[in-house]
């Protein structure tokens, strides 16, 4: 195990540190999602997203509890995992134009913050490796840019259908079928598939440095999910690379890998945390690699 947690019914809950800047955050996404394009609204994304990242931290190493240490959970997986997709658009919506994403990244970032006030996960677990810390940052960084990709890929395919129906149906207005897209396609399968090896070479890194901090391996559900994602996410790569994958061939190996990864840890979590109501004494990132 890479961390373990003592039993401590104070190193459950909330503190006002984390409380406090959620609810800042959830009001300002609640603005950024409002319709229109007003300046309060353009303004609210980056404010909850600055928000957003405070109740992370404070809630990450229990600031104001009373027993401190790592915190993690389910729900601020997902939660961390959005914060991380908007921290993606914010440097990319310098470099390219998105209009129409705000209200969905706000629906995002609240939703997956709200839910993190539901379930807060574990406290008082502590690395017993110095370089576990690292190891979770890598992790977490690999689930929001496979989590971005997955986004991208989604407008991907959106954008694809539009344009084969219009093509079956050359009378039918564009705007009926689905709104034009932001990019050209080319451009943004290029960037879907910039955000995959992104994705894919910070998973790599975080799986070996899972392994060898780690000082007994086990085959457990997070290593096996976690593999099994970084299999699917090689395979498509290579036969991009290969082959030439494109298309919704692609965008589904894409979809499969996210999947695998996501029920590597968060999956495993919910149902340990919420279906099986079990206080899980295990490590923050699996035993033997995987976030």
Request: charged share 10%.
């Amino acid at each position: 195990m890479i961390l373990s947690t003592p039993s401590h019914p104070l190193a459950h809950g909330l503190s006002v540190w984390s409380l406090a800047p959620s609810l800042l955050a959830l009001v300002a996404y609640a603005l950024a999602a409002l319709p229109g394009v007003g300046a309060l609204a353009r303004r609210a994304l980056p404010l909850a997203w600055g928000f957003h990242g405070v109740a992370g931290l404070a809630h990450l190493f229990g600031i104001g509890l009373v027993m401190q240490g790592a915190r993690f959970g389910f729900a601020p997986a997902l939660s961390a995992t959005a914060w991380m997709v908007l921290a993606v658009h914010a440097v990319e919506s310098r470099c390219v134009p998105l209009p129409g994403v705000r209200r969905l990244l706000a629906a995002l970032g609240g939703g997956t913050l709200a839910l993190a006030l539901l379930f807060p996960g574990e406290g008082g677990l502590y690395p017993a490796s110095p370089w576990a810390p690292l190891h979770w940052m890598l992790g977490l960084a690999s689930y929001g840019l496979v989590a971005a990709a997955v986004l991208h890929a989604a407008w991907l395919d959106r954008a694809e259908r539009a344009m084969r129906l219009r093509m079956k149906k050359p009378g039918l207005r564009a705007e009926v079928v689905a709104p034009p897209p932001a990019l050209p396609l080319l451009t943004l399968e290029k960037l879907t598939y910039r955000f995959v090896w992104a994705g894919f070479v910070v998973l790599s890194l975080a799986l070996a440095l899972g392994v060898w901090v780690t000082p007994v391996w086990h085959w457990d559900h997070k290593t096996v999910f976690s593999l099994l994602g970084w299999l699917v996410l090689a395979g498509l790569l290579a036969g991009r690379q290969a082959f030439g994958w494109r298309g919704r061939l692609a965008t589904r190996g894409l979809y499969v890998g996210a999947a695998l990864l996501l029920l590597a840890y968060v999956g495993s979590r919910f149902v340990l945390e919420v279906l099986l109501h079990r206080t899980v004494v295990s490590a923050l990132v699996g035993s033997g690699g995987g976030p």
